[in-house]
C-alpha cells in the first residue's frame, strides 16, 4: 500500500540541528510534489516547505527561510528537511505529504494527497 514514513525527529538544544526524511513505499516519489507541514501543541498544521518533483524548486514559509532546506533523492525514494538553527518554537510534530497536482508556493493541506504519521522535533534546553 501507498506509504510514507518520517523519521529524524529527537529532542535537540537550540540552536541544534536535525535532519528529517520522509521515505515512500509502494510507489515511487519521482512523481510526486512533497510538502513538509507541523503542529505544534495547541496549533492548527501549518505548512513548512515545498519541493517539486524534479526538485528544481523549492519554498519555504517566512520563519523557516534561511534555516531550514528541503531537497531530495528520487533514485533512494526520500525527500529530506535539514534544520538548522533551530528555535523552541520549531517544536512540533513535522509531517510529509505527497501530491500528484503540481502547486506553488507555501504548501497547504487541502493540496496534498498522502501523509504520514508525523515525527516529533523537541526543541528544548
Known amino acids: 500500500q501507498v506509504q510514507l514514513v518520517e523519521s529524524g525527529g529527537g529532542l535537540v538544544q537550540p540552536g541544534g540541528s536535525l535532519r528529517l526524511s520522509c521515505a515512500a513505499s509502494g510507489f515511487g516519489l519521482d512523481y510526486y510534489a512533497i510538502g513538509w507541514f507541523r503542529q505544534a501543541p495547541g496549533n492548527e498544521r501549518e505548512g513548512v516547505s515545498r519541493?517539486?518533483?524534479?526538485?528544481?524548486?523549492?519554498t519555504y514559509a517566512d520563519s523557516m527561510k534561511g534555516r531550514f532546506t528541503i531537497s531530495r533523492d528520487n533514485s533512494k525514494n526520500v525527500v529530506y528537511l535539514q534544520m538548522n538553527n533551530l528555535r523552541p518554537e520549531d517544536t512540533a510534530v513535522y509531517f510529509c505529504a505527497a501530491a500528484l497536482t503540481g502547486g506553488w508556493g507555501i504548501p497547504q493541506l487541502r493540496e496534498f494527497d498522502y501523509w504520514g504519521q508525523g515525527t516529533q522535533v523537541t526543541v528544548s534546553s
Open positions: 519541493i517539486d518533483s524534479s526538485g528544481d524548486h523549492t
